[in-house]
């Protein structure tokens, strides 16, 4: 069975510094991979998609940027974290009609 | 563009009895895809049922289903018996026809509503 794994759990960053999440599905080969970003009692914003090895699309500017150096590994980073970066980021992997969420990176930025 | 609304931004529910949680899009394409998603306070996303544009029947889950309206735009989720642990927050989401190609599918959400089963 396919299973998708994020870390950290939960991040706490000071406003200027690195970011590195990470996404890693098993299970499966090939899978469309997504990251998604949700503000305190929103709905989840898409970021970034990738259809395969080194092919990311993004959907929104920002300071942010996604990277899939392996088929089933997907990071989401950033040089210098904002403030407005503090939320919730899913990682999501995709087959058929179905999307399958990891267990999410609470990221607070202070 | 898409637009998914859910315009309960709360809920509650006695254990035992069903609850409907409304959800309207808009779009104007013809082919798409509807979601609801259960995000319980530990975070996580839990697919609970899918349905198609062209499904003729009203898909169904185990104790979910959803209530598709198409002339409304409607795709609405019933619960029924509603249990303790059915307390969460419910988003409703549409795939994004226009990247339908090949199997590659993006996800516009709702605000959501947060459902409370009271004992």
């Known amino acids: 069975s396919q299973t998708i794994h994020q870390w950290p759990a939960t991040l706490v960053q000071p406003v200027g510094s690195p970011l590195s999440l990470e996404c890693t599905v098993e299970g499966t080969s090939n899978p469309n991979l997504y990251w998604y970003r949700q503000a305190a009692g929103r709905g989840l914003q898409l970021l970034f998609y990738s259809v395969g090895i080194g092919q990311i699309s993004s959907e929104v500017p920002q300071n942010l940027s996604a990277s899939r150096p392996q088929d089933r590994q997907f990071i989401l980073s950033s040089k210098k974290l904002l403030l407005s970066d503090s939320g919730f980021y899913l990682c999501?992997?995709?087959?058929?009609?179905?999307?399958?969420f990891g267990p999410g990176t609470r990221l607070t930025v202070t | 563009a898409q637009k998914i609304t859910q315009t309960q931004p709360g809920m509650f529910v006695q254990e035992k009895e069903a609850v409907t949680l409304d959800c309207t899009y808009d779009t104007s394409d013809q082919s798409y895809g509807l979601f609801w998603y259960k995000q319980p306070s530990s975070g996580e996303m839990i697919f609970l049922i899918y349905?198609?544009?062209?499904?003729?029947q009203n898909a169904t889950e185990g104790r979910y289903s959803l209530n598709f309206q198409k002339a409304r735009k409607s795709a609405n989720l019933v619960i029924s018996a509603s249990q303790l642990g059915d307390s969460a927050m419910y988003f409703c989401?549409?795939?994004?026809?226009?990247?339908?190609?090949?199997?590659?599918?993006?996800?516009?959400f709702g605000k959501g509503t947060l459902l409370t089963v009271n004992p």
């Open positions: 349905q198609g544009s062209y499904d003729e």
């Open positions: 999501a992997w995709g087959q058929g009609n179905e999307q399958y």
């Open positions: 989401a549409m795939r994004d026809p226009r990247d339908s190609g090949g199997s590659n599918y993006k996800l516009t």
